[in-house]
T-cell receptor, first 113, second 117 residues
């Protein structure tokens, strides 16, 4: 099976702009989770989508949002970008039932100038 | 709330030797899962090994084994016969329940492993 794919891999934006990141899960996986990784805060949970519904959200401001499509592909949007949003954004997929391993994609490196 | 502690920011090992990466955790859950992921400089998080809290035997996956000591709340990763390609960041993670009843991974700060030739 193909792994989790994320596009784009690299992105440079300026403050105030918005950005959309895309994640395609492993075939058959219905759950997609998003994580932000920064040197200072480490890996932090953003949100999880399952069957087109957000199941839960981490402690991030409302500028961070996401959605999931019927084919389980997910997008994450960040509006009004701030310098602190510069990070590696990782998405992970799993079948969606409890106690299952999450498999990660290669990540999108976002730089906000 | 779940918490993962990795006390070794960096570790060095000679090629072909074994190395242990430490991980301790804190949770009030009776049922939980512990994971180790490898992150090369490319950024991708690669799943290595999983241990369930009710698993009686330590998990093994090829050269990776997990030394699970439930009473001490530790889940150390042992890499045998280190290879140059093992040089990477290693993250210990715990599966935690969110308020909505779904699950998320809680990660430690990571350990940077360097394998010397």
């Amino acid at each position: 099976k193909a792994g989790v794919t994320q596009t784009p891999r690299y992105l440079i934006k300026t403050r105030g702009q918005q950005v959309t990141l895309s994640c395609s899960p492993i075939s058959g996986h219905r759950s997609v989770s998003w994580y932000q990784q920064t040197p200072g805060q480490g890996l932090q949970f953003l949100f999880e989508y399952f069957s087109e519904t957000q199941r839960n959200k981490g402690n991030f401001p409302g500028r961070f949002s996401g959605r999931q499509f019927s084919n389980s592909r997910s997008e994450m949007n960040v509006s009004t970008l701030e310098l602190g949003d510069s990070a590696l954004y990782l998405c992970a997929s799993s079948p969606g039932q409890v106690h299952e391993t999450q498999y990660f994609g290669p990540g999108t490196r976002l730089l906000v100038l | 709330a779940q918490k993962i502690t990795q006390t070794q920011p960096g570790m060095f090992v000679q090629e072909k030797e074994a190395v242990t990466l430490d991980c301790t955790y804190d949770t009030s859950d009776q049922s939980y899962g512990l994971f180790w992921y490898k992150q090369p400089s490319s950024g991708e998080m690669i799943f290595l090994i999983y241990q369930g809290s009710y698993d009686e035997q330590n998990a093994t996956e090829g050269r990776y084994s997990l030394n699970f000591q439930k009473a001490r709340k530790s889940a150390n990763l042992v890499i045998s016969a280190s290879q140059l390609g093992d040089s990477a960041m290693y993250f210990c993670a715990m599966r935690g329940l969110t308020q909505g009843g779904s699950e998320k991974l809680v990660f430690g700060k990571g350990t940077k492993l360097t394998v010397n030739p």
